[in-house]
């Protein structure tokens, strides 16, 4: 209800307001606050918890990874599964197959001394996703989750997903600059087919509390613009599926509204949301995420460009072409913008036919790399899922 | 010689016409009833020889009722002229009738030592009337060089006070005129005309001049003698043009001589002078003028008075209470500014007789319907129009007044991209209102009103929302002292979303609230000293806090209801209004609030001194319908006091308690049409605040600029605050999700108004502050530790110019200056990753504030001709909101896109918005 209030109100704005960018100097201390960010997955996948730190609010990078802790699970019978640390902040363990009778907790020791301890939590297990199915509105594709719970059990549910699609560099070339020269290119230099993936930034959230059955219908996971090069070729979406307990769902509801849906005259003020984590070493210090348990259940589709009713898909790349340099061997190997990468070669080197060693007249074509480089956007390496 | 002949003549002549008068001593009989004078003079014409000589001018106003067997005529004109100004004078058989003097027939007492008989009609000198106030036509004094006599005529003026009383209307419409004032200045008193246009004063017998002011009304005085208790109606003349002068306050000595302090008075054609963003008068815009008055932002919903929420201001709409004040979220208020007469604003002394919101009565008056001729007027601007008509029903004695507004905004709409094409957003109102004379003493006013807004986008969800109210009012006068207002009334207010743009979710969701008034009010004027209010009043409310329901057959939504809750909230209260000395005069009241929480209910009985959460509920409670659940009593008290200083300069000094038990949910920054409202019940107490006042108050320049300096301290317990993640809506048990917070507010409040002259207009600075605090033990988490944080609508420093300045009858210019420190904001100070995104971690609430606010409007008002015959009068107003095109902060924020965080400001109304409008009366 109060989305659909901001995007009126912003309709107005549109019509009398305006919008521009606002970043005041807050506070130049740094709080060094940990964050806590994973699922204690009692199925058969591995349990990976992310440990970081906060930053301010003025710096360009976000990441600061907690490295060296000491991350455990626990259950209420006194059991702990040890966790490893994998680097960048991330600490997982294997497959660890727990019975949903039990409740878990989370207890991190950091480096600095510091102990962390969440409340047991109830592990809730994901019911499994009916379908992802996708609709066409004029500009876009819109990708829905349905599911439901025989039980009634489940009731709040939350979403996150994995897009990739396959993309063909606009400029196909079989050539590339290696090591001081331009040879033919082998499957491990291939710049022309990438697989290029993306995860959801957004808090995606349902509940069926309010419904008589545990049904989820047509839940709006995404929009997949036909403007973006996403729908291009072939397009993936994975959408992964967490059962939350009420708890856990209004730690999310209130992360969403404090960051995604903040602005509008009629949205609530910031308030914090109340985490299931505490510094027991210092209960006023303030630490952020939410520890949940349980499994998650997950589901693939994919959409070819034949199922889109519209003939422009994707950038428009008119703007890509190939320009040459012709050159003389003895005053350089090849042209400057090639050796410092500011564009790359379509083709191999063409040397001018009639004309001695020694003035001979080389001529060499290029392009822009984001016309001819696809591993600068995605991987040409093809994802196992991939079909 | 020849002066004694003459002499001689003339002795011989009056001897002769004393004689003839005794021949004449014939008896005559007749019946008269209501009788003209012609009517009376013929048929004593004809039963006797006398002949009559009047000037029918004079008596035309007189009436004889009488019945006579066999009298003489002295005692028929002595009965018929009895206790009227009329005299009579015989000479043989020729009588003379006049007005105010009597004729003598003889020559002055001892000229010649000779009397007569001549008599005078009125010697009498009884005050008492015996005559039935009924029978007796109340003067209608309408010039100003009249001497009006008031009373029972006596040749001497006995000393002591006497009474007068009546009514002051408009000449031309008979509309009561609400607020004017009478002021005497041989006794340095003042008066001013109730609601009704009914006044009351006591004088010392004797001449006076009255000073008489109105709103949009010609000043005028009329001459008096008090000869006795009597009453006088007098009618005012519009001010033709209608340029009118900006006045905050009915009359000019008011400022320094009313004991009420914090009250401000606005007549409409104030209001319409100050620009407004579409260029249609805002009744509420122009309350944020107001020393003491913020808002958080343009275009919001409700106001904030001297540190209060916005949903502890009582708005009555002739006695309506409405809901919601405005439309389309608040970018208009939803009351027609052809038919407001004016408002009234009270934020610190607030009469006895309201009670049940803790800041501010704002109290709007609309016109009553012209008794003597139909009228109407017709408004165009860019996306509302509106109209009204006006007439009497019966002339003189029954008038009606309509009035209609609608929005065609769906054009603006529509010009949108392909997204938000298929929205649309509408509104309307309607005002009806219908006044009865039964006599003099009985009149009886019905008002309706309904407004409605609805909004959609993109054919998905559809909101809409209604205030729908009726009140029928009685209003009698027992006698020159006593009077009443019986009044009562239905007052909804209700909204709805629903959506079926997925069959399985389609919803319906509904809240409405329903109460019915009833209101009695005295006033008796006890003496010249005491003036005293009393009355009853009771709201009985039925609130039906949420009804969340499937649509259609292939809907899963769950039917979900909240139960509906009942209370009764009645006051009893009493006033005084006491004028001690001169100098010194107390306003006292007392009110007794009694609230009663009412079944049907099943009431949660939570663990004494533990936090109201699922798991400390001990057991519930099962009500019947009807049955009390909770009672709260609560005295409040209400006083002020005026000290004179000097003859324009007075000290004041106030204290009030308040008591408030009806409370809006809302945990977002403004007012939104979807929050919902909850009545104190055993779990949540009532709001209490009182506040303590104080204010030195100075006119100068014959009482054309008015200054004045308030300051106050006010404090404020159990407002309600939630928790984090709070549900508010559809929720079976809020008292769970709120938390109780105490706050406190003081301020200082300058004022400088001129209220006469080619330029007027008014400057105010308001310094204030408003703090809250959660120190509730039971709340769980407690908001910045428990520590005192600034309110949302806290804003120190406020500065405001209203002013207009006219250059000849038909244009004159407004200009309008806002500045105000920016609202406190809550800003992130960390921020981190999770979830895919950037995430921020917020500082402790409101600890930083967004840029400072300044506005500037201007507006040019363009006036038809003045001639007052022609078929139809036309106005423009042409004008620029935000002059300098400031883009002011509205709200600013932090948001992810991307995965990224970015802070955004917000502003609306962010470049100059031209308007234009175009008025015609008829």
């Known amino acids: 209800m109060t989305k659909n209030y901001s995007c009126l109100f912003s309709l107005l704005t549109l019509i009398i307001g305006c919008k521009k960018p606002y970043n005041p100097v807050v506070t130049a201390t740094n709080y060094n606050y940990l964050v806590i960010e994973g699922l204690i997955n009692t199925g058969q996948d591995s349990t990976i918890i992310k440990l970081s730190r906060t930053v ?219 985490t299931n984590i505490h510094c027991i070493t210092n209960p006023t210090e303030p630490v952020l995420g939410y520890v949940t348990a349980g499994t998650i ?31 003389k061997v003895q005053e350089y190997p090849l042209p400057y913008n090639i050796i410092q990468g500011d564009v790359t070669p379509t083709d191999s080197v063409i040397k001018a036919a009639g004309k001695t060693r020694k003035d001979s007249v080389f001529t060499v074509y290029y392009a822009d790399p984001g016309c001819t480089n696809c591993t600068l956007k995605g991987s040409n390496k093809k994802p196992l899922f991939w079909k | ?270 209001i319409k002078q100050i620009p407004a963003a579409f260029g249609e008068a805002d009744v509420l815009k122009v309350v944020l003028t107001l020393p003491g008055v913020t808002s958080v932002g ?38 027609n500014p052809d038919i407001v007469k004016n408002i009234e604003l009270y934020k610190s002394s607030i009469p006895e007789k309201y009670g049940g919101r803790l800041s501010s009565v704002l109290e709007i008056t609309n016109r009553e319907g012209n008794k003597k001729i139909f009228t109407g007027s ?100 027992f006698n020159n002292k006593l009077y009443s207002v019986i009044s009562g009334g239905i007052d909804k207010y209700q909204y709805d979303i629903n959506s079926t743009a997925n069959p399985v979710n389609a919803f319906d969701l509904g809240f409405n609230i329903n109460q019915t008034n009833f209101r009695a009010d005295f006033t008796y004027y006890l003496s010249n000293k005491h003036t005293i209010d009393f009355g009853v009043n009771s709201i009985l409310y039925n609130v039906n806090p949420g009804k969340f329901e499937p649509t259609g057959a292939q809907s899963l939504v769950l039917p979900q209801v909240i139960a509906p809750e009942h209370a009764l909230e009645s006051g009893l209260y009493l006033g005084d209004k006491y004028d001690v000395s001169s100098k010194l005069t107390i306003n006292a009241g007392v009110r007794l609030n009694v609230y009663n929480y009412l079944g049907a209910q099943v009431v949660d009985n939570y663990a004494p001194n533990l936090p109201r959460e699922p798991v400390n509920v001990i057991d519930s409670t099962s009500y019947k319908s009807g049955q009390i659940i909770k009672t709260y009593i609560s005295p409040d008290i209400r006083i002020s006091a005026r000290y004179l200083l000097n003859d324009d300069l007075s000290l004041k000094a106030g204290y009030n308690t308040l008591h408030q038990y009806i409370h809006l949910l809302s945990n977002t920054t403004s007012i939104s049409p979807t929050d919902v409202y909850k009545l104190s019940d055993s779990n949540i107490k009532p709001e209490h605040g009182d506040q303590v006042s104080l204010g030195i108050f100075k006119n100068a320049k014959q009482n054309t600029l008015e200054m004045s300096v308030e300051v106050y301290y006010k404090r404020i317990r159990d407002y309600l605050d939630y928790k984090s993640g709070a549900v508010l809506l559809l929720n079976q048990h809020v008292e769970q999700d709120v938390i109780n917070t105490q706050g406190k507010a003081y301020g200082a409040e300058f004022l400088l108004k001129k209220t006469a002259g080619k330029l007027n207009g008014w400057v105010s600075y308001t310094y204030s502050r408003t703090f809250l605090k959660q120190d509730d033990p039971n709340a769980g988490e407690l908001i910045n530790g428990g520590a005192y944080y600034p309110a949302n609508y806290d804003k120190p420093n406020a500065f405001n110019f ?13 200009l309008d200056v806002a500045y105000s420190t920016g609202r406190p904001i809550t800003l992130p100070i960390a921020k981190y990753y999770y979830g895919g995104s950037e995430r921020v971690f917020y500082s402790d609430r409101n600890q930083y504030r967004i840029p400072d606010y300044f506005r500037s409007d201007f507006s040019l008002n363009i006036e038809g001709n003045h001639r007052i015959h022609q078929l139809t009068h036309n106005s423009w107003t042409i004008g620029v909101y935000n002059l300098t095109g400031r883009q002011n902060a509205y709200s600013t924020f932090f948001t992810e ?10 502003s609306i109304f962010a470049s100059p918005i031209p308007f234009i409008n175009y008025n015609i009366r008829f």
């Open chain 1, 56 to 274: 301010t609010v003025d710096v360009q990078t976000t990441l600061n990874p907690e490295l060296s802790a000491r991350v455990s699970v626990e259950n209420n019978q006194g059991n702990v599964y040890l966790l490893k640390e994998m680097g960048k902040g991330l600490y997982a363990i294997p497959a660890l197959n727990l019975d949903t009778l039990h409740k878990y907790r989370l207890r991190v020791k950091t480096s600095d001394g510091k102990e962390y301890l969440s409340d047991f939590v109830k592990a809730k297990d994901s019911p499994p996703i009916d379908s992802i199915q996708h609709q066409f509105t004029g500009t876009a594709e819109n990708i829905f989750s349905y599911t439901h719970d025989p039980t009634n059990n489940t009731r709040y549910y939350r979403w996150e997903f994995q897009e990739t699609y396959l993309y063909y560099s606009p400029i196909q070339t079989q050539f590339v600059y290696k090591n001081g020269s331009i040879i033919p290119e082998t499957p491990d230099d291939e710049i022309n087919v990438c697989y290029i993936s993306d995860n959801s930034s957004d808090i995606i959230l349902n509940s069926t509390a309010k419904l008589k059955q545990d049904v989820i219908d047509k839940n709006p996971i995404t929009q997949v613009s036909v403007t973006l090069d996403k729908l291009r070729v072939r397009y993936s979406i994975s959408v992964k599926q967490y059962a939350l307990t009420p708890d856990a769902y209004n730690y999310y509801q209130s992360l969403k509204k404090n960051t995604e849906t903040l602005g509008s005259i009629f949205d609530a003020l910031p308030s914090g949301a109340t």
């Open chain 2, 298 to 335: 343009e275009a919001t919903t409700g106001f904030n008075v001297r540190g209060g929420a916005a949903d502890e201001n009582l708005i009555l709409l002739d006695g309506a209470t409405i809901y919601n004040p405005a439309h389309f979220f608040g970018f208009f208020a939803a009351f």
């Open chain 2, 378 to 477: 017709a408004g165009i601007g860019l996306l509302t129009s509106r109209l009204n008509i006006e007439g009497p029903i019966v002339k003189d004695k029954t008038s009606f007044i309509l009035g209609a507004r609608t929005t065609y905004s769906d054009w603006l709409l529509h010009l949108l991209p392909e997204a938000y094409k298929h929205s649309s957003a509408s509104f309307n109102d309607v005002n009806l209102g219908i006044s009865h004379q039964i006599n003099d003493k009985n009149n009886i006013y019905l008002t309706g009103y309904l407004s409605n807004d609805k909004f959609k986008l993109n054919s998905d969800t559809a909101y809409s929302y209604s205030n729908k109210s009726l009140v029928l009012k009685w209003k009698h006068n």
């Open chain 2, 1 to 270: 010689m020849r002066k004694f002949y003459l002499l001689c003549f003339c002795y011989l002549f009056f001897m002769q016409m004393a004689s003839g008068q005794q021949t004449n001593n014939k008896l005559i009989s007749g019946n008269f009833q209501q009788a003209t004078i012609a009517q009376f003079v013929n048929g004593v014409e004809s039963k006797s020889s006398y002949h009559f000589y009047y000037d029918s001018k004079s008596f035309d106003s007189l009436r004889i009722t009488l019945q006579v067997n066999d009298k003489p005529l002295e005692t028929i004109l002595d009965m018929a002229f009895k206790n009227t100004e009329y005299h009579y004078a015989i000479s043989q058989n020729l009588v003379f009738l006049t007005k105010g003097r009597q004729i003598k027939t003889d020559l002055a007492e001892g000229y010649l030592e000779t009397t007569t008989t001549a008599v005078a009609a009125n010697q009498t000198t009884t005050v008492a009337d015996y005559t039935d106030e009924r029978d007796k036509k109340v003067p209608e004094a309408t010039t100003e060089n009249k001497l009006y006599e008031i009373g029972i005529k006596t040749n001497e003026i006995k000393p002591g006070s006497s009474r007068l009383s009546g009514y002051i209307r408009n000449i031309k419409s008979g509309e009561a005129i609400v607020g004017a004032s009478i002021y005497v200045a041989s006794t340095k008193t003042g008066i001013a005309t109730d609601q009704f246009g009914y006044f009351t004063i006591i004088l010392p017998r004797g001449r006076h001049v009255l000073n008489i002011r109105g709103l949009g009304m010609r000043d005028t005085r009329r001459q008096i003698i008090l000869y006795s208790d009597g009453r006088l109606n007098i009618e005012l003349q519009e001010q033709v043009n209608s340029l009118k002068e900006v006045k905050i306050s009915a009359d000019k000595v008011a400022n320094v001589r009313s004991a009420e302090m914090g009250v401000s008075r606005l007549n409409i054609s104030s």
């Open chain 2, 802 to 814: 209203t002013g207009n300045y006219k250059f000849s009858h038909r244009y004159s210019v407004s």
């Open chain 1, 297 to 327: 259940s997950q589901r693939r589709i994919f959409i070819d460009r034949a199922e889109i009713p519209v003939s422009n898909v994707g950038v428009d790349y008119s703007y890509c072409g190939t320009a040459y340099e012709s050159y």
């Open chain 2, 897 to 906: 896109q991307s995965g990224v965080i970015s802070g955004y400001k917000l």
